[in-house]
């Protein structure tokens, strides 16, 4: 069965941090080109908001809202992404979720909450 599951999120107070892990179960993340997140704010439509390639190297979609705070890596041996996320801010809270290429929201996500 192949699946990626999110975990990470949660609660925290402005200025906080959060790491957001995307573990891949039934396919390894060395056979996927890009491994993407996402996030979803109440209200709002889906965003994509960074995506790491096979090679490790990164963009970030929202630049200027996350530049500085946001730092995306995956670990090959956990078949783990992660998203390190720094000073959160309110404006950050949503729904996050993690895909194998363009997917969009889909899934369960983790919830982030800034207040």
């Known amino acids: 069965h192949v699946q990626l599951v999110e975990s990470g999120g949660g609660s925290v107070q402005a200025g906080g941090s959060l790491r957001l892990s995307c573990t891949a179960f039934?396919?390894?993340?060395?056979?996927?080109?890009?491994i993407v997140w996402y996030r979803q704010a109440p209200g709002s439509k889906c965003v994509l908001l960074s995506v790491i390639s096979s090679d490790g190297s990164t963009t970030y979609a929202e630049a200027e809202s996350v530049k500085g705070r946001f730092t995306m890596s995956r670990d090959s041996a956990e078949n783990t992404v992660y998203l390190q996320m720094n000073n959160l801010k309110p404006e950050d809270t949503a729904v996050y979720y993690c895909?194998?290429?363009?997917?969009?929201?889909r899934g369960q996500g983790t919830q982030v909450t800034v207040s």
């Open positions: 039934g396919f390894n993340f060395d056979d996927v080109d890009d």
């Open positions: 895909a194998a290429g363009p997917m969009g929201c």
